[in-house]
């Protein structure tokens, strides 16, 4: 299932678009990859019936067929695409869905952009793909998972110049609202950044290993004992705990809220300097956590005033981003017919 939602996402990030207004595509040719996948979803799902090729999406400058969609879904997936006869009716209806919704929407933009004069330098490209490579272990290993799954390098290519060229036409038309205000950056920093708690602890983590739940807990409370009887915590945390913090005697240092797992930040934040938790149960295992200092602090505006702009920047793009393309949606009268 991983798998399968990796691909969705590869989808509505790189999917194949020429941008150009076209005509209906013609049906998928009986014989073909794309054929084949599209009977098998249409055994559970009829909408999707090649002989019949549906109009599944429309817009006013293009409308979107079955065949458009199992072509370009073959064509970036390969073999992978056969995950979707996997799935019960359901789930497949849901990510049918959402892949017809990605590629009209994609589609759409692209041409949007088309109509801009938006290009893309090959340079560009070539930069983006070698980083591909990079993360495949080198262009070869990269080429090689291609061919097994049997998907052109050319798709690639084409995939990622049309994921540029959309992104570059979105930022020009949004850049204007991501710029965040001064109260922007002031309310930011008095939330995030100004009398911020702090708790300097350590702790000790027991991991339970798989069917071994109760002999986790026996062991962090025989520790808890110890420590009741007044051993040392660092020590302790030495010779038993099973962090990466293991080695300096269980130091997290300091850290404020939201840096934690919820059930270890709500032990350590209730904790005055000296004490030490009951056993705590988070995701990692089961802890013991001792706090030494609390403090309040506030860093200086000047210090984080360039981090607070980038990251309500971010913020800011995404939302204007969505809006941006729920806008042009309207305005080409996108329809969905599934």
Do not use: W
Not at 114 to 137: C, F, H, I, K, N
Not at 298 to 323: D, F, G, M
């Amino acid at each position: 299932m991983k798998k399968l939602i990796a691909v969705f996402v590869m989808i509505s990030l790189l999917i194949l678009s020429c941008g150009k207004k076209q005509k209906t595509a013609t049906k998928l040719k009986k014989g073909t990859s794309a054929y084949e996948l599209a009977s098998q979803v249409s055994k559970k799902l009829p909408e999707y019936n090649p002989d019949k090729n549906k109009v599944l999406a429309t817009t006013d400058y293009f409308k979107y067929t079955t065949a458009d969609v199992f072509q370009k879904f073959q064509d970036l997936a390969g073999k992978q695409t056969n995950m979707l006869t996997r799935l019960d009716t359901a789930r497949l209806q849901m990510q049918m869905t959402q892949l017809v919704k990605n590629l009209v929407e994609t589609k759409l933009l692209s041409t949007l952009a088309d109509q801009q004069g938006v290009t893309v330098e090959p340079a560009e490209v070539d930069s983006l793909l070698a980083m591909q490579y990079q993360r495949a272990g080198g262009e070869e290993q990269f080429k090689n998972r291609l061919s097994q799954q049997e998907v052109a390098l050319e798709n690639i290519r084409q995939s990622i110049k049309t994921s540029l060229k959309i992104q570059s036409y979105i930022d020009e038309q949004v850049k204007k609202d991501i710029a965040p205000s001064e109260e922007d950056i002031m309310n930011y920093y008095n939330e995030n950044y100004k009398d911020v708690e702090t708790v300097y602890a350590r702790h000790i983590l027991i991991q339970p290993q798989k069917g071994q739940e109760g002999e986790a807990k026996s062991k962090i409370e025989e520790i808890k004992a110890q420590l009741d009887s007044g051993a040392d915590f660092a020590t302790l945390a030495k010779e038993h705990s099973q962090g990466p913090s293991s080695k300096k005697g269980g130091d997290l240092g300091s850290f404020t809220h939201g840096d934690m797992v919820p059930p270890f930040e709500k032990a350590a934040f209730s904790l005055e300097p000296g004490e030490i938790s009951e056993p705590v149960k988070t995701r990692f295992g089961y802890h013991l956590i001792k706090v030494y200092d609390k403090n309040t602090e506030s860093k200086p505006l000047e210090e984080v005033k360039n981090q607070i702009v980038q990251q309500l920047e971010t913020k800011n793009r995404q939302s204007a981003t969505r809006e941006f393309i729920d806008k042009k949606k309207e305005e080409a009268n996108l329809e969905l017919k599934i």
